[in-house]
C-alpha cells in the first residue's frame, strides 16, 4: 500500500512573515501537504503567491471547514493557547510555532 496519492489538508493562521517566508512554502514544497485555507483579517496578498488557498477573515471559518485536517498556530504568541485550544476542540491537529 502506497502513501503516495495521500496528503494533509492544512490550514494556516497568519500569513505574515514566518507565513510567507517559512510555513507557505514548506507547505507547498511538499506532496504530502496542502495549502488549503489561509486566515487573513485585513488583506489577501496570499492569492499573490497561492491563488489556490482559500482566505478567510475569522478564525472560526478556518475551525468550521471539515476538509482542513491541520491548523498551523503561527500568531503573536499571546494568541497560541487560546488559538490552539479553539482548534483542538475543533477536532483538528495543531502545530504551534515556538
Known sequence: MSNQNISIS?????????????????LDAHSGFVLHTVLQRN????LDS?????VVS???ALLNN???E???INTPE???YEMAKQA???GKHVVVEK
Open 10 to 26: 492544512v490550514g494556516l493562521a497568519a500569513f505574515g512573515m514566518s507565513g510567507r517566508v517559512f510555513h507557505a512554502p514548506l
Open 43 to 46: 488583506s489577501r496578498n496570499v
Open 50 to 54: 497561492y491563488p489556490n488557498v482559500e
Open 58 to 60: 475569522q478564525f472560526e
Open 66 to 68: 471539515e476538509e482542513i
Open 70 to 72: 491541520l491548523v498551523i
Open 78 to 80: 499571546y494568541l497560541h
Open 88 to 90: 483542538l476542540e475543533a
